[in-house]
C-alpha cells in the first residue's frame, strides 16, 4: 500500500531555513501520472499549496512563496524535500506531503503531516 | 494568494442534507472543471471526497455530491450522520498552474 511520511525539525529559529523530507513507500515516486508535493496548514487555519514536482524535475510554485521555496526530488531514494529560506513565525505550521494527480489537480494520497514550530 | 470563501461553519442534524458553498473567481473555480473536496477530522490528514467537481474516489460514500455555478462550487452532505462532523476544504486550480484551497468549513451536526 502506498505511503507517505514526511520528515524534520520540529523547530527552526527565524531567519533560518526550514528543511523537510517526504519518504514515499510502497511504490515508485517515478509516475508519469503524478506529481508529489507539499501543502501546509497553520494551527486552527486553512490549507495553503506550496509547490509540487514531477520525478523529472518539473517543478510549479505557489506565486506567494515562490521567492523562497525550493523543491527537489530524489528518485532513487523515492524522495522529494522541501527548503523555505528565511522563516518567520507565519511559517509554523503543519507540512503536509500530498500526491497529486497530473492534469487534474486534485490531491489523492496525504502524508499525516509534521509540525514546524518557527522559534527563537 | 488569496483563498477560495467558505463559510466558517455549518450545521445540521441527522438525516438532513447541507450545503457548503466555496466562491472563488474566473481565474479559477469559474474556469476550471477542477474543484476537488477534502474532509479532514481534528489531528488527521485531509481525504479527497470530490475530484472533478462531481466525481467521488472509489470508497466515498454517495451521500456526498459536488456541483458547480459559474464561480461557486457547492458540496452537498445528505442523509448527515454524526461521523460527517469535521473539516471540509474545496480546493481549485488557478490560472497559471497553481492550485488554491478555501479557508474551510466546520460542520456540526446537531
Known amino acids: 500500500q502506498l505511503q507517505v511520511q514526511e520528515s524534520g525539525p520540529g523547530l527552526v529559529k527565524p531567519s533560518e531555513t526550514l528543511s523537510l523530507t517526504c519518504t514515499v513507500s510502497?511504490?515508485?515516486?517515478?509516475?508519469?501520472?503524478?506529481?508529489w508535493g507539499w501543502i501546509r496548514q497553520p494551527p486552527g487555519q486553512g490549507l495553503e499549496w506550496i509547490a509540487i514536482?514531477?520525478?523529472?524535475?518539473?517543478?510549479y510554485y505557489s506565486p506567494s512563496l515562490k521567492s523562497r521555496v525550493a523543491i527537489s526530488v530524489d528518485t532513487p531514494k523515492n524522495q522529494i524535500s522541501l527548503s523555505l529560506h528565511s522563516v518567520t513565525a507565519t511559517d509554523t505550521a503543519v507540512y503536509h506531503c500530498?500526491?497529486?494527480?497530473?492534469?487534474?489537480?486534485?490531491?489523492?494520497?496525504w502524508g499525516r503531516g509534521t509540525l514546524v514550530t518557527v522559534s527563537s | 494568494q488569496s483563498a477560495l470563501t467558505q463559510p466558517a461553519s455549518v450545521s445540521g442534524s441527522p438525516g438532513q442534507s447541507i450545503t457548503i458553498s466555496c466562491t472563488g473567481t474566473?481565474?479559477?473555480?469559474?474556469?476550471?472543471?477542477?474543484v476537488s473536496w477534502y474532509q479532514q477530522y481534528s489531528g488527521k490528514a485531509p481525504k479527497l471526497i470530490i475530484y472533478?467537481?462531481?466525481n467521488r474516489p472509489s470508497g466515498v460514500s454517495d451521500r456526498f455530491s459536488g456541483s458547480k455555478s459559474g464561480n461557486t462550487a457547492s458540496l452537498t452532505i445528505s442523509g448527515l450522520q454524526a461521523e460527517d462532523e469535521a473539516d471540509y476544504y474545496c480546493?481549485?486550480?488557478?490560472?497559471?498552474?497553481?492550485?488554491?484551497f478555501g479557508g474551510g468549513t466546520k460542520l456540526t451536526v446537531l
Open positions: 480546493s481549485s486550480m488557478r490560472s497559471f498552474i497553481s492550485v488554491v
Open positions: 472533478d467537481v462531481t
Open positions: 510502497g511504490g515508485s515516486i517515478s509516475s508519469t501520472e503524478h506529481y
Open positions: 514536482i514531477r520525478y523529472n524535475g518539473q517543478t
Open positions: 500530498a500526491r497529486q494527480i497530473d492534469y487534474h489537480w486534485y490531491f489523492d494520497l
Open positions: 474566473t481565474s479559477d473555480v469559474g474556469t476550471y472543471n477542477y
